[in-house]
C-alpha cells in the first residue's frame, strides 16, 4: 500500500511538472508580454527561449504583424541587417539591435530606438531551425506625449503673433492660426505659464479646416507666448513675443525711491515704538507676553484619525461664534467652518472635496472654548499647515497648527504609478530541489525584491536581473530551496511608500518520505513496548501461579528486626524466593 502511495504522488508531480512547462515548448505563446513606452523613447522587447542554450549560431527572426508582415530583425549565425544583411523594413531600418552578450544565455531580445506611434502592434519572435521550434509574442504599445508636429502631421498648425497696438501704458497683441484640423485650443500665457485674460476668439471654418484669431491686452515688460493644443492629434506649439513698456520703466525708478523712503521710515518708526513700549513696561504700564505662533505640530500615520487642536485664550463659550478651519497652500482649502451652530456636516455648502465627509467638531466642548477639530483617516496629502480663525472675537484670533503625515510601506500597486506587484514561478523541480523565480515589471523607482521564507527570514539568491526603461525597471530574482514551506517574494519601493508581496508553496517528496518514516518508525516502537509489557506481565502472573515467586507490596516503612530473630527474610519482607522453605532455628 505505501508503494502504491509513492507511485501516486510521484505521478501527481509529474503532472504539475508538466503543467508548469506546458505550451512553452513546440507551441506558439500568445501575447502574454505587453511593452508600454513613452512616445521618442527606445524599447526593449523581450525574447528569452525556455532552455536558455547558445544561440549565437542560429537563427532567430523578428516580425511585426498586421495585414503584411514587417521584417524587424533577422539574425542568422551572427550575419544580421546591422553587418550586411538586406531585407529589413524601411520603417525600422537603423533602429533596431539586439544583445550580443546575451545570445550565449538564450536571450534574443531586441531594442528599438525612437520609436513613433506607428511602431505600436504585436511582434513575433521566431525560431525556425530549433526541435521543436519556438515562437514568442510581444505587444508594444507607444502612447502618444504632445509635441510640436506641424512638420509630420496633416492640419498641426503654428502659431503667428502680432502687436497690433501700443500706448505708454498698454499692449495689444493678436495671435493667428491658420488652416488647422482639427480645431485648436488658442490661449495666451505670460512666461510663468498663467493664461491671461483674452477677447473671445473668432473663429471660421472651411472644409474642416479652422482659421482662429485670438486678442490680449498686457500692461507688464515681459515675455508673452500664444499656445496652440490640438489634443486628437497629440499637437501642441507656441510662437512667442517680447513687450516693453516705457512708462514702466519711468514707474519702476519712482517705485524704487519710494521704497526706498517707506523702509527708512519705517525703520525710524520701529525704532520709536520699541523706545515707548520699553518705558511703559519699566514703569509696569503693560505686560508683555510672546505668542509663539504656529508652534503646534501633529504627528499621525496614514490611516489614523489626527486631532488638530484650537482653544481661544479667554476658553469663553463659542456656541453661537463662527470658527474657520483652512488648509493653507497655493490655494487655500476649506476644511470646517462652525457658524453658530451651522457647520459642514448638517447643511452648509462650500466644503472642499479633500475634506468632505471626514472632518468633525466637538459639540460639548464648545462651550469651554474649544474648536478643535478631528480629521479622519488622514492622508499622505492631508500634510501641511491648518489655520483656525475667529474673525468675530474683538481682536480676532487665529491658530495654526502643522499636520504630518508619515506614510507606511503597504500595498499601493491600485493608487502609485509605477507601483509593480510581484509574479512567481517555479523553473525547475528536483526531489531535494525547487528553483523559485520572481518577476516585478514596469516599476518606478526602481524596487528592492527580495525572496523569504515563511519565518520573515532574507533567502540566498542569485544576482537580481535588472533592465531598464524610461524610467521603468524590470527586475527577475531568483532562489533555491530544499525544504517543503512556504516562500513569498517581496517587493518594496521605500519612495512611495509600497510594499507587497506572492507567495508559493514548494513540497519536496523526499522530505515528505523521511517524516512518513520517522511516524512508522514511532509506531512500530510503541508497539513493540506495549508487546514487551503485556509478555512480561504474562510471565510474572504465571510464575506467581505456580507459587515459584512471591509477590507482596510493602505499603510503609520496613518493621525493626527484633533482638531473637534469625530469619533473614524477615528483614526484606517485599519478596520471598522458593515457597517450600521453612524458618529454621539456631
Known amino acids: 500500500m505505501s508503494a502504491l502511495k509513492s507511485a501516486s504522488w510521484l505521478f501527481c508531480l509529474c503532472c504539475y511538472l508538466l503543467a508548469l512547462t506546458e505550451g512553452t515548448v513546440g507551441q506558439e505563446q500568445g501575447p502574454g508580454v505587453k511593452v508600454v513606452v513613452k512616445e521618442d523613447s527606445d524599447a526593449v522587447l523581450p525574447c528569452l527561449i525556455s532552455t536558455k542554450e547558445n544561440i549565437i549560431r542560429e537563427l532567430f527572426d523578428w516580425k511585426k504583424d498586421g495585414q503584411k508582415k514587417k521584417e524587424v530583425f533577422l539574425y542568422d549565425a551572427g550575419i544580421h541587417y546591422n553587418n550586411g544583411r538586406q531585407g529589413q523594413d524601411e520603417q525600422f531600418r537603423g533602429r533596431v539591435s539586439h544583445f550580443q552578450d546575451q545570445l550565449e544565455y538564450g536571450n534574443a531580445s531586441i531594442k528599438i530606438q525612437n520609436v513613433k506611434v506607428t511602431d505600436s502592434g504585436i511582434y513575433s519572435c521566431d525560431f525556425p531551425r530549433l526541435q521543436p521550434s519556438q515562437t514568442f509574442y510581444t505587444e508594444l504599445v507607444v502612447e502618444r506625449l504632445l509635441k510640436d508636429r506641424s512638420g509630420e502631421t496633416t492640419g498641426a498648425s503654428k502659431p503667428f503673433t502680432t502687436i497690433l497696438d501700443a500706448t505708454k501704458g498698454r499692449f495689444l497683441l493678436q495671435c493667428e492660426v491658420g488652416g488647422a484640423s482639427p480645431e485648436p485650443t488658442v490661449e495666451w500665457k505670460d512666461s510663468a505659464g498663467n493664461i491671461l485674460p483674452a477677447e473671445e476668439p473668432q473663429v471660421s471654418e472651411s472644409g474642416g479646416r479652422y482659421d482662429v484669431t485670438i486678442k490680449t ?32 520703466l519711468c514707474e519702476d525708478q519712482t517705485t524704487r525711491v519710494a521704497v526706498g523712503w517707506l523702509f527708512g521710515g519705517f525703520i525710524l518708526g520701529a525704532a520709536v515704538f520699541a523706545a515707548v513700549l520699553v518705558g511703559l513696561k519699566a514703569t509696569k504700564r503693560i505686560t508683555l507676553s510672546c505668542n509663539r505662533g504656529p508652534g ?56 472642499d472635496e479633500q475634506f468632505r465627509g471626514r472632518v468633525s467638531h466637538f459639540q460639548d466642548q464648545l462651550e469651554y472654548g474649544n474648536a478643535s477639530i478631528k480629521i479622519q483617516n488622514v492622508k499622505v496629502t492631508d500634510s501641511g499647515i491648518y489655520s483656525c480663525d475667529f474673525p468675530r472675537l474683538q481682536p480676532s484670533q487665529t491658530f495654526y497648527t502643522e499636520l504630518v503625515v508619515e506614510p507606511f510601506l503597504r500595498d499601493r500597486s491600485g493608487e502609485t504609478t509605477g507601483a509593480s506587484k510581484p509574479f512567481t514561478t517555479i523553473l525547475d523541480a528536483t526531489k531535494d530541489r525547487f528553483l523559485l523565480q520572481c518577476e516585478v515589471g514596469g516599476a518606478s523607482p526602481e524596487p528592492k525584491v527580495e525572496w523569504k521564507d515563511s519565518a520573515g527570514n532574507i533567502l540566498p539568491a542569485e544576482e537580481p536581473q535588472v533592465s531598464e526603461s524610461g524610467g521603468r525597471y524590470d527586475v527577475t530574482v531568483k532562489t533555491s530551496v530544499t525544504k517543503t514551506g512556504r516562500y513569498r517574494c517581496e517587493v518594496t519601493q521605500e519612495e512611495i511608500s509600497h510594499q507587497t508581496f506572492t507567495e508559493t508553496v514548494v513540497f519536496i517528496s523526499e522530505k515528505l518520505c523521511e517524516d512518513q518514516t520517522t511516524r512508522v518508525a514511532v509506531g512500530w516502537l510503541f508497539g513493540g513496548f506495549i508487546l514487551g509489557a503485556a509478555v512480561f506481565a504474562a510471565v510474572l502472573v504465571g510464575l506467581k501461579a505456580t507459587k515459584r515467586i512471591t509477590l507482596s507490596c510493602n505499603r510503609g516503612a520496613a518493621p525493626e528486626p527484633t533482638a531473637t530473630s534469625t530469619d533473614i527474610t524477615n528483614d526484606n519482607p517485599l519478596l520471598q524466593v522458593g515457597g517450600d522453605h521453612r524458618h529454621q532455628n539456631s
Do not use: M
Not at 223 to 247: D, G, K, L, N
Not at 324 to 351: P, S, T
Open 296 to 351: 503646534v505640530k501633529v504627528v499621525v500615520k496614514e490611516g489614523s484619525d489626527a486631532l488638530l487642536p484650537c482653544l481661544i485664550s479667554t476658553k469663553e463659550n463659542i456656541i453661537r461664534g463662527i470658527f474657520d478651519w483652512k488648509k493653507d497652500g497655493q490655494k487655500k482649502k476649506e476644511v470646517f467652518l462652525y457658524d453658530a451652530g451651522i457647520h459642514y456636516n448638517n447643511g452648509r455648502q462650500g466644503q
Open 217 to 248: 491686452s498686457v500692461t507688464k515688460t515681459g515675455r508673452y507666448r500664444c499656445e496652440v493644443t490640438q489634443e486628437e492629434i497629440s499637437h501642441q506649439t507656441f510662437a512667442e513675443t517680447v513687450v516693453f513698456i516705457s512708462e514702466k
